[in-house]
């Protein structure tokens, strides 16, 4: 704008963008050297277009307001120029001469420029007023007009490019939602541990003290992370749903405790009857009842097997050795078979979670597959090192981590900020299907005071999460209040 106007010697000028929605022309810049004044809204958006002052491109009768410099040169695509204001009777000047009138200024005359789009399309106009006279000679005024073609080819630059921005952001949010709706049990997984990326990222950044002083983020880095973190889970896309949300021990398809319960009802069955026909051979008549009080109820057992599928009692030895004896009854109906089959005994046999060790592996795969996937990606080079930070959120500071047994110096600072918030928000989120017991605020932050000491989450960035009490923070927006039981 500064250089339309100084190679035109003008005392101001506006720049107006057309906003297809409203159907208006919308200003965005003003500038006045007279009058010592430049207004630029904030945050340019060209697509979502805030303004100074607005055009209408229709008056109340609803016809085009050709009668209007900006209207007309937008709509014509051509320049519209006037030399002397007062003597020129094609426009209705009346908002100028108002404008004169609160600030005490004179307009005598005026340019307006249509900016054309790479297409050749009108998306917007740059108005100049009071030039110097040596803009009515031909080849001053071919000057002029090339550099606000120009200033209309950098406009389409801005909007394609916040076009292209817009269109990878929402694509990208539509893969999260896909992802998250996956699984009504960790539906907003993914934007809670993005927001709580941020959280530490944005907290880290005003250290003014510390290991962390030194450390700043870009306007470019700072989307880096966010990205990241919105997508660090796409591979789970490819994760079979009965793996992803697997609720039980025994769930596949559907919940084989059901099947359990038939089979022990049926030994159950089988076994008072085996007993009753013992009892009637060896024992007199009087001794039946009192033989058929003391059979086997399997009640107890079909209760222990149900706690048992739900992680809702621990597998210590005792149950080991219940569970065993349990394991090694059998019952015939057409055949020969055990009540609890080797693949749901080796399930039951889960000490931690849900998963067997080959469902673990296929769920541990998505972290490799969401690295291929992004990878697949041309991103930007200020996107370039989005696939490592979101390949790393497993990864521990002592090699134990996966997919690739990184270490602490392998881990950039943004890779370590989201492995920490996708920690804590797994831990801490009551919506997990393998977890009876909810978990408490309290005993979240003691699972990660132990992953720091075990070296699996780096010290310094958890210091920062509880000295700062971040994760209050988050717990006060994603917690139930009943579980917030430490400040």
């Not at 100028?96 to 420029?113: G, I, L, R």
């Not at 076009?163 to 929402?170: K, R, V």
């Amino acid at each position: 704008m500064k250089i339309v106007q100084n190679a035109s010697g003008s005392e101001g000028g506006s720049l107006y963008i057309y906003d297809e929605k409203s159907q208006k022309l919308k200003g965005v810049l003003f500038a006045n050297s007279v009058l010592k004044t430049e207004s630029v809204v904030d945050e340019f958006d060209p697509l979502k277009i805030a303004s100074l002052i607005e055009v209408e491109m229709r008056g109340t009768d609803g016809r085009l307001r050709i009668n209007t410099p900006s209207v007309m040169s937008f709509l014509n695509k051509e320049t519209v120029v006037i030399k002397d204001l007062s003597s020129d009777d094609r426009f209705d000047f009346s908002n100028t001469k108002k404008f004169d009138e609160q600030h005490n200024y004179k307009t005598h005359s005026m340019m307006v420029f249509p900016l054309l789009s790479h297409n050749g399309n009108a998306i917007g106009v740059l108005q100049i007023i009071n030039f110097h006279p040596l803009c009515f000679q031909q080849d001053y005024m071919e000057f002029i007009l090339t550099l606000t073609a120009q200033v209309g080819l950098a406009l389409t630059n801005a909007i394609l490019v916040t076009e292209a921005q817009n269109l990878l952001s929402a694509m990208i949010k539509m893969i999260v939602v896909a992802i998250d709706e996956k699984s009504h049990h960790t539906s907003g997984h993914c934007q809670r541990v993005t927001e709580l990326t941020m959280m530490i990222a944005d907290t880290l950044v005003t250290e003014q003290e510390g290991k962390f002083k030194d450390f700043s983020f870009s306007s470019d880095q700072r989307r880096e992370l966010y990205l990241a973190a919105l997508l660090h889970d796409v591979g789970k896309v490819v994760t079979p749903t009965h793996i992803l949300e697997k609720p039980t021990k025994l769930f596949a398809l559907h919940d084989r405790i059901d099947l359990l319960y038939e089979r022990l009802s049926a030994w159950q069955l089988s076994d008072r009857h085996s007993r009753l026909v013992a009892a009637v051979k060896e024992a007199g008549q009087e001794d039946i009842l009192e033989n058929i009080d003391a059979f086997t109820d399997a009640d107890e057992d079909l209760n222990f097997l149900g706690l048992l599928n739900s992680n809702e009692i621990p597998l210590n030895e005792e149950a080991k050795k219940r569970l065993d004896e349990i394991g090694r009854r059998h019952i015939r109906i057409k055949k020969d078979r055990a009540v609890i089959s080797g693949n749901e005994m080796d399930n039951l046999k889960i000490a931690r979670g849900t998963l067997n060790a080959e469902e673990r592996e296929i769920m541990e795969e998505h972290v490799s597959i969401s690295i291929r996937l992004l990878s697949s990606i041309p991103w930007p080079k200020n996107l370039e090192c989005l696939v490592e930070y979101a390949g790393a959120h497993h990864e521990n500071l002592n090699g134990t981590g996966y997919p690739h047994r990184l270490k602490k110096d392998d881990l950039s600072i943004p890779a370590r900020i989201l492995g920490l918030a996708d920690r804590f928000e797994g831990i801490s989120a009551p919506d997990r299907p393998y977890r009876k017991t909810k978990m408490t605020l309290s005993g979240a932050l003691g699972i990660m005071h132990k992953m720091r000491d075990d070296e699996h989450i780096d010290p310094d960035l958890f210091d920062l999460f509880i000295n700062k009490k971040i994760y209050m923070d988050y717990a006060r927006r994603h917690l139930p209040p009943e579980l917030i039981d430490c400040d």
